[in-house]
């Protein structure tokens, strides 16, 4: 790199800070002074924690914090997984249950075909359900119970709708409907006495109008607590359950749908009392979460110092290269000194305090935000472990992944946008000619699940075998359809991506062996040829020279 020519100048009002420090040390004595003091800066600023250390003697916090937290993070997510994974299953486990005592005749895996045909059918599985209502107490083997609202109790609403007006005469070809639906409801109270019968026709007002009748609705509301939690050091959390059974003649063709749908709610217990050293350990674990929120903290700190060092020093070596080489320095340049990988730590350390403190509020049940904080604690914890792949990156034989994905995503990404382009054009033609026919093709995003397991070589016969052969045109359509779609993308689509990368992976091991092309910014820096354990960083380091630092007396003489 040429020596620039001194140009020597004074200082005006609206010169930049930075160009008025160089301005002011423009002697030809200083200027071999200051590039070596900035060489020697940027230097020791893209060295890596040991190198940093043999250089000052500066001790890697950041290295440190990290491992400490992935260890405390992975352990957090952990307890909080299992603790999780009780909710989960308490969950699925009631909605079973309802489905067994409200439903008659009801087995397990019947969701997709549950249904009845006939009208006394239908009766049959109302009044089974209202009596099985009635009966819970006395019935369910768990702690179910009913909601109350103050003193009484909540009951249970039957309403049907249907339209307005219909006369339908199939026969005929005729018909005469105003479209509007009317809900009427009847609501039976849990206390009503059945003396030892059971509840029918006879001694409720129910009578459905098939022909006009669009659905039939129960509603009730049941509560309960998970006292599982309990064994395991854990208060127990009381759940709010909402249950609608629905049965759906929208069709209207000879099959009413049946579904049972249960909207769960959990809710901080009103007054409680456990015996034994439950406390002590919701007490210890919470202690826990509080020294990850401050490990997390003094990360973000030690992490968003050093972003902002960077960004100094950007405009530091931006400033002498455009007072000293009339050279504008270059983007990808500039982006060298914002360190991606501190802002995904930073990320990751704001989603790790957030979602601690709600689990420090849902262990003292003040919240119940099972899904937010599990988000949360589990996106961060990825991005933990991501990060630790920053300091891997210094060795050389652990940083040929990194350097394939830095240098392929940009090429991989365009490919990926033309690649979708026929990808959803193939997702809108299946939903809409396949669809009426094929299981698998009902709706987009069925149809975009079914294309995506194509290209990985799932269930090709399945998707083959499926189609209906109602229709000669469409079935013929499906087969060069398929054949189409498979052939284009795993032969083509698929190979050409697997090329790219490979292609990218070979560049950069050639780059490895004979060196990668110099940036300006690394044909600067390499003209430092002091090493870390010279001492020359560590005599910079107790000077108080610096480029900036001549601001104060520049501005004095302004």
């Not at 910014?521 to 002091?530: A, E, M, N, T």
Request: charged content about 20%; aromatic content about 14%; overall charge negative.
């Amino acid at each position: 790199m040429e020596n620039p020519e001194v140009a020597v100048s004074s200082c005006s009002a609206h010169d930049d800070e930075n160009l008025c420090s160089y301005k002011r040390h423009s002697s030809v004595s200083q200027e071999g002074l200051l590039e070596d003091q900035l060489r020697r800066k940027l230097k020791f600023f893209f060295m890596n924690p040991c190198e940093k250390f043999w250089a000052r003697g500066r001790k890697p916090w950041k290295l440190g914090i990290q491992l400490l937290k992935i260890v405390m993070v992975t352990v957090q997510l952990v307890v909080f997984g299992l603790s999780n994974q009780m909710v989960v299953a308490f969950k699925e486990e009631n909605t079973a249950a309802f489905k067994h005592l409200f439903l008659k005749g009801y087995m397990d895996r019947m969701d997709d075909t549950y249904a009845v045909y006939t009208q006394t059918d239908v009766y049959d599985q109302i009044f089974f359900a209202i009596n099985q209502y009635l009966q819970l107490p006395n019935i369910s083997v768990g702690n179910h119970a009913y909601e109350k609202r103050g003193e009484e109790e909540t009951p249970l609403a039957v309403c049907q709708q249907f339209y307005k007006r219909g006369i339908i005469c199939p026969g005929n070809d005729t018909f005469d409907i105003d479209p509007e639906i009317v809900t009427d409801c009847l609501y039976i109270e849990p206390t009503t006495s059945l003396d030892n019968t059971t509840m029918g026709k006879h001694n409720l007002n129910l009578t459905l109008d098939f022909p006009r009748l669009v659905a039939v609705q129960l509603r009730f509301n049941l509560k309960a607590i998970n006292l599982q939690t309990v064994r395991h050091h854990e208060l127990p959390d009381c759940y709010d359950f909402t249950l609608r059974i629905v049965f759906d003649n929208k069709a209207h063709s000879g099959r009413i749908k049946i579904s049972l749908d249960n909207d769960i709610a959990i809710r901080e217990c009103k007054d409680w009392h456990v015996s034994g050293s439950i406390q002590k350990n919701t007490h210890y674990m919470m202690i826990f979460d509080a020294f990850v929120i401050l490990t997390c903290l003094a990360s973000l700190i030690l992490c968003t110092r050093s972003v902002i060092k960077g960004i100094w020093l950007q405009r530091e070596f931006v400033s002498f290269f455009l007072y000293y080489y009339k050279k504008e320095v270059s983007f990808s340049d500039q982006m060298e000194f914002v360190n991606g990988w501190y802002i995904l730590i930073m990320v990751s350390d704001v989603l790790t305090i957030v979602g601690s403190t709600l689990k420090m509020e849902i262990q003292a049940k003040s919240l119940t935000s099972y899904d937010v904080c599990s988000i949360l604690l589990g996106i961060s914890t990825m991005l933990v472990w991501l990060g630790v792949i920053r300091y891997l990156g210094f060795f050389q034989k652990y940083n040929l992944l990194i350097l394939t994905l830095r240098a392929a995503l940009p090429n991989v990404m365009r490919f990926c946008c033309c690649a979708a382009m026929i990808y959803l054009g193939y997702c809108f033609c299946g939903w809409i000619v396949l669809g009426p026919y094929h299981v698998k093709f009902r709706t987009l995003n069925m149809v975009s699940e079914c294309l995506f397991s194509l290209i990985n070589g799932d269930d090709m016969f399945a998707t083959f075998a499926e189609m209906q052969q109602k229709s000669y045109l469409v079935w013929l359509f499906s087969r060069i359809y398929l054949y189409s779609f498979i052939s284009l993308f795993i032969y083509m689509v698929l190979s050409l991506f697997i090329a790219l990368i490979t292609d990218t992976y070979e560049t950069v091991k050639h780059y490895q062996q004979d060196g990668f092309p110099e940036t300006e910014l690394q044909r600067f820096v390499s003209q430092c040829k002091d090493s870390p354990n010279s001492g020359r960083y560590r005599l910079e380091e107790e000077s108080s020279a610096s480029l900036f630092c001549c601001c104060n007396g520049c501005s004095e003489h302004i």
